[in-house]
């Protein structure tokens, strides 16, 4: 690759219009995308990479650039918009990659859902730098994620939700297999990976992400020993679950092209599980990413497959949980019909969840009635900010916001939850104009924030304390407000990972 990222043949070069419209929207001038670049770079250890305005006018004019380059463009317009801008949405080809860093296209075989988990895992334990895990950074979106998710439908060669069992022609090779994992040592891992996920809803993702993925690391190297199916099965699940929670911590400290990787491969996981509610809650995990970067329509589409894939076998808490995302992904395109009609849904299922016969799973235990009041507020508070700041919607979430934010306040162990549920109380308040009740409720959640390592609360903090003191800015309460967060969380402050 040449040093400074070009690409191909001139031949029938015409200018990049998509390209260029993403950079005229950015306000950047040539010679600070290219700054921008090369710091991107460097920070990926392509230290050949050296980008100046010339270059960028040749992209601009219709050049393809190599590879990293146009991941890196895409990584940049991303964060500049709060959304993602896929290399696609940019104009540009992505060039061939190899498997470990080909986005969210993978094969879907046990194997290599296990080379590239061990593969993943142990970059992100060596580098040093925040979530560059080299080429891999792109964010997918659009047809290039929804595709490839919808392989996970593929039936195993068993019943719909239970595991595939062994056949039986390989019982006497099972028998030989010697199987160094124990049943002790494998119900340590699995009550391990229920302490993390603890630790993560107290103390937010930036605390313990990296142990996680050590332990994620360390699971990868037991799935490549010989052992018995059964055994196999459960590693993969643990596997799973402890990809999703690196995953979900990778996102709520910023990391998202890192989360999005971590999810892919969980899903992959738990399908070698065999555990389909498991698959469910990655995809919903997925969905709220979406909602997140501002993509609502990916969002319902994985949360549609999510419903598709367990509507046999998912707990009545699990579907409770995904008709709230699927009333949170209409809210965002502005569709109050179906979004109310799925705010019901949730209701009426987390109704039945104390009839079911089976013990829930822990991924899941986490959805208690303050969860799904928060969620289906959110939910009325979006559709107020799609319909223009209606007060009418500002009003249907207050109640159950409040009523949210008085459950969390005795859980202990949801300190996170509580934090971003006080916020979206705030929010709402400044819906309804009533900024001093909206202060009173953000000084609260940055009282909290402090003391949880997430910049998804950090950042919404930040938020809405612009939003009070561009509407309400010659108040007193906004004032003190904004001072208060200029000491409590100053932007500059790094999150630990």
Request: net charge neutral.
């Amino acid at each position: 690759m040449g040093g400074n990222g070009g690409g191909g043949t001139n031949a029938d070069k015409r200018p990049n219009e998509l390209l260029g419209s993403w950079f005229v929207r950015s306000g950047w001038s040539k010679g600070e995308l290219a700054r921008q670049v090369n710091r991107r770079a460097r920070q990926l250890g392509a230290n050949h990479i050296s980008t100046d305005t010339s270059r960028v006018r040749r992209w601009l004019d219709g050049e393809n650039p190599r590879e990293p380059i146009p991941r890196i463009l895409s990584d940049l317009f991303s964060e500049r918009f709060g959304c993602v801008v896929s290399v696609e949405d940019l104009g540009l080809r992505a060039t061939r990659q190899t498997l470990s860093v080909s986005g969210v296209d993978l094969p879907w075989t046990g194997p290599q859902t296990v080379a590239l988990l061990s593969e993943y895992s142990r970059s992100d334990l060596m580098l040093a730098r925040r979530g560059f895990l080299g080429t891999s950074l792109g964010l997918s979106a659009g047809p290039s994620l929804i595709e490839p998710m919808q392989r996970w439908l593929v039936p195993p060669q068993s019943g719909p939700c239970a595991p595939q069992e062994p056949r039986p022609d390989s019982d006497a090779a099972e028998r030989r297999r010697p199987g160094r994992l124990s049943k002790p040592e494998l119900e340590l891992l699995e009550t391990t990976t229920v302490m993390f996920r603890r630790w993560d809803a107290q103390c937010g993702g930036g605390l313990r992400r990296k142990a996680v993925v050590g332990q994620l690391h360390e699971v990868t190297d037991l799935l490549q020993e010989p052992q018995s199916e059964p055994t196999t099965r459960k590693l993969f699940k643990v596997a799973a679950e402890l990809a999703e929670l690196a995953g979900w911590m990778s996102y709520d400290i910023g990391l998202q092209p890192t989360a999005q990787k971590y999810f892919v491969l969980a899903l992959h996981a738990a399908k070698e599980a065999g555990d389909k509610p498991l698959g469910s809650y990655i995809l919903s995990s997925m969905s709220r990413q979406m909602i997140h970067l501002g993509r609502p329509d990916d969002a319902l589409e994985l949360i549609h497959l999510a419903q598709y894939g367990s509507r046999d076998c998912a707990s009545p808490r699990t579907q409770s949980m995904l008709y709230a995302m699927e009333a949170r992904a209409y809210a965002n395109m502005g569709q109050p019909g179906k979004c109310k009609r799925a705010v019901r849904m949730a209701e009426e299922s987390f109704r039945e969840a104390d009839e079911w016969d089976e013990p829930d799973p822990d991924w899941i235990r986490f959805f208690s009635e303050a969860e799904l009041c928060g969620e289906n507020s959110h939910s009325y508070r979006d559709l107020a900010y799609v319909a223009g700041r209606s007060p009418a919607y500002a009003s249907l979430a207050e109640p159950l916001m409040r009523r949210a934010v008085k459950l969390f306040a005795d859980d202990s162990e949801h300190q996170r939850s509580y934090a971003l549920n006080l916020i979206g109380m705030a929010t709402v308040h400044l819906l309804r104009r009533e900024p001093e009740e909206s202060t009173r409720y953000a000084s609260q959640a940055m009282d909290i924030a402090k003391k949880v390592r997430s910049e998804r609360v950090s950042t919404r903090i930040r938020k809405t304390v612009d939003t009070a003191a561009r509407d309400f800015g010659d108040l007193a309460e906004i004032v003190g407000l904004t001072d208060q967060l200029a000491v409590d969380l100053p932007e500059t402050a790094a999150q630990a990972v």
